[in-house]
């Protein structure tokens, strides 16, 4: 990609019209990770309702979300008739954790964690982003000190992709507003002060007061709180 394209495209405002842009002007493989929270479903919208073909949703099933992310996923694939491709972790991998930790082994310690995260997730994620020259996400700069520093596109390092953040300056506000305003499924334990949802078993709901990501991985240090699938 060239400097004027990456600058043309990082000046685009609105998503959809950086999406269509994006997808109009690139070639090579373009893939779009939803984990079906309310900030990758402004995506879908733009993604599916525009019909555009040459960019790939997938989603990776660690085996441990809650019903109603299933839930939004199929009502997803019902309203906009779009294919998602799943990524589920290694069988034997996650046996071999399994057996020698236990099933919750991640509540022991912050590496059996991260060590379940990269089975569950960084490694069907690094199956699903192979080959791609874009990788677009749901990522906004208010969820977390750590993406305060994020551009809207940018070169990712440890995947060897350019990572294109539309919603990056976006408040919540602004997501939940064009969902209502779009008719967008979401997830409903939104509704129930979860905000950022991912396994069951490392997600509660945010009290008030709370930062964004305290729900996450709750029982451990509060400074940084990534499961290694955003560096």
Same mark, same amino acid.
């Given at each position: 990609?060239?400097?004027?394209?990456?600058?043309?495209?990082?000046?685009?405002? =609105?998503?959809?019209?950086?999406?269509?842009?994006?997808?109009?002007?690139?070639?090579?493989?373009? @893939?779009?990770?939803?984990?079906?929270?309310?900030?990758?479903?402004?995506?879908?919208?733009?993604?599916?309702?525009?019909?555009?073909?040459?960019?790939?949703?997938?989603?990776?099933?660690?085996?441990?979300?809650?019903?109603? !992310?299933?839930?939004?996923?199929?009502?997803?694939?019902?309203?906009?008739?779009?294919?998602?491709? @799943?990524?589920?972790?290694?069988?034997?991998?996650?046996?071999?954790?399994?057996?020698?930790?236990?099933?919750?082994?991640?509540?022991?310690?912050?590496?059996?964690?991260?060590?379940?995260?990269?089975?569950?997730?960084?490694?069907?994620?690094?199956?699903?982003?192979?080959?791609?020259?874009?990788?677009?996400?749901?990522?906004?700069?208010?969820?977390?000190?750590?993406? =305060?520093?994020?551009?809207?596109?940018?070169?990712?390092?440890?995947?060897?992709?350019?990572?294109?953040?539309?919603?990056?300056?976006?408040? !919540?506000?602004?997501?939940?507003?064009?969902?209502?305003?779009?008719?967008?499924?979401?997830?409903?334990?939104?509704?129930? =002060?979860?905000?950022?949802?991912?396994?069951?078993?490392?997600?509660?709901?945010?009290?008030?007061?709370?930062?964004?990501?305290?729900?996450?991985?709750?029982?451990?240090?509060?400074?940084?709180?990534?499961?290694?699938?955003?560096?």
């Amino acid at each position: 990609m060239n400097s004027n394209f990456l600058n043309q495209l990082s000046q685009i405002e =609105n998503p959809e019209e950086g999406l269509r842009f994006l997808s109009e002007n690139t070639e090579g493989k373009i @893939v779009f990770s939803t984990s079906f929270g309310i900030e990758d479903q402004v995506i879908s919208h733009g993604v599916f309702g525009q019909k555009l073909k040459n960019i790939e949703a997938f989603t990776l099933d660690t085996g441990r979300l809650f019903p109603e !992310t299933y839930a939004v996923w199929d009502k997803t694939l019902l309203q906009y008739n779009q294919p998602i491709r @799943v990524y589920y972790p290694d069988t034997d991998e996650l046996e071999t954790y399994v057996n020698k930790n236990g099933i919750n082994g991640f509540y022991n310690s912050v590496e059996l964690r991260k060590e379940c995260c990269h089975i569950r997730k960084v490694i069907p994620l690094q199956k699903a982003v192979k080959g791609a020259k874009v990788w677009i996400t749901g990522l906004r700069a208010q969820q977390s000190d750590n993406r =305060n520093n994020l551009e809207i596109i940018q070169w990712d390092e440890q995947y060897q992709l350019y990572k294109y953040n539309p919603l990056l300056h976006w408040s !919540t506000d602004d997501v939940v507003h064009y969902l209502k305003r779009n008719g967008v499924p979401y997830n409903t334990l939104h509704d129930q =002060n979860f905000i950022s949802i991912g396994c069951a078993p490392c997600t509660r709901a945010v009290k008030k007061g709370e930062d964004f990501r305290a729900g996450r991985w709750w029982w451990e240090d509060q400074s940084k709180k990534e499961c290694g699938l955003h560096q």
